[in-house]
T-cell receptor
Framework: GQQVMQIPQYQHVQEGEDFTTYCNSS?????IQWYKQRPGGHPVFLIQ?????EVKKQKRLTFQFGEAKKNSSLHITATQTTDVGTYFC?????????????FGQGTILTVHP | NAGVTQTPKFQVLKTGQSMTLQCAQD?????MYWYRQDPGMGLRLIYY???????DKGEVPNGYNVSRLNKREFSLRLESAAPSQTSVYFC??????????????FGNGTRLTVT
C-alpha cells in the first residue's frame, strides 16, 4: 500500500531561521498538495504541484516536486511567528481512486521570537 | 468556513454510546470526506463519498458508518463508541471544475472524547 513519510515530525526554530519539511512517497504520485494547520484550527490548502520537477513560490514559501514525482518539499525562508503550525503534505498515488487523498504525518513548526 | 458546517464542535460520550457527526457544504461539490486526526498520526481518512449516493472506505473505517443522502450532507455515525475513537474529526469537501485535482476545504472539526 501507499507509504508516506513526512519529516521531520517536529522543528523548533528561532524567528528568522529557515525551515524545510519533506514528504516522501513509496510510489509515483499524480500530484501533491500542501496544507497548513494553525494550532486549534483546521487544515488550510496552500498549494498543489503536478508536474515533475515543478517549483512554486508563495512569498517566503517555496514548494518543490521531485523529478521522479515521489517526493516534495516545503521551504520557508526567514520564518516568522505567524508561520507556527503543522504542515501536511497530501497525495494521491498514481492509479488509485481519485477520491482517496492520503496525508503525511505532518511537521509541527514552532517559531521562537 | 469554506462553505462547511460541522456539528457538534465538542462531544463527550461514554463507551458504548452512539452519536452522529453532521457535515453540510453549500458549495455544490460532489466529493465529501471524513478524516480523524490524532497526535503524531496526521489526518487519516475514514470514509469518503465521490458523489451523492456513493461511499467508499478509507484507511480506518472500522467502527464507523456514513451516509450521503444528498449532495449537501455527509454524516458520520459511531454506533458504539470506544475510547480509541477519541479524536478530532474533520469533514472536508472538494469539487468544481477540475475536481480531480482540486483542494480540500475543511470544516472546523469536532473534538470527541470517549470515556
Amino acid at each position: 500500500g501507499q507509504q508516506v513519510m513526512q519529516i521531520p515530525q517536529y522543528q523548533h526554530v528561532q524567528e528568522g531561521e529557515d525551515f524545510t519539511t519533506y514528504c516522501n512517497s513509496s510510489t509515483t504520485l499524480s500530484n501533491i498538495q500542501w496544507y497548513k494547520q494553525r494550532p486549534g484550527g483546521h487544515p488550510v490548502f496552500l498549494i498543489q504541484l503536478v508536474k515533475s520537477g515543478e517549483v512554486k513560490k508563495q512569498k517566503r514559501l517555496t514548494f518543490q516536486f521531485g523529478e521522479a514525482k515521489k517526493n516534495s518539499s516545503l521551504h520557508i525562508t526567514a520564518t516568522q511567528t505567524t508561520d507556527v503550525g503543522t504542515y501536511f503534505c497530501a497525495l494521491k498515488p498514481g492509479g488509485t481512486s481519485y477520491g482517496k487523498l492520503t496525508f503525511g504525518q505532518g511537521t509541527i513548526l514552532t517559531v521562537h521570537p | 468556513n469554506a462553505g462547511v458546517t460541522q456539528t457538534p464542535k465538542f462531544q463527550v460520550l461514554k463507551t458504548g454510546q452512539s452519536m452522529t457527526l453532521q457535515c453540510a457544504q453549500d458549495m455544490n461539490h460532489n466529493s465529501m470526506y471524513w478524516y480523524r486526526q490524532d497526535p503524531g498520526m496526521g489526518l487519516r481518512l475514514i470514509y469518503y463519498s465521490a458523489s451523492e449516493g456513493t461511499t467508499d472506505k478509507g484507511e480506518v473505517p472500522n467502527g464507523y458508518n456514513v451516509s450521503r443522502l444528498n449532495k449537501r450532507e455527509f454524516s458520520l455515525r459511531l454506533e458504539s463508541a470506544a475510547p480509541s475513537q477519541t479524536s478530532v474529526y474533520f469533514c472536508a469537501h472538494r469539487g468544481g471544475l477540475g475536481s480531480y485535482n482540486s483542494p480540500l476545504h475543511f470544516g472546523n472539526g469536532t473534538r470527541l472524547t470517549v470515556t
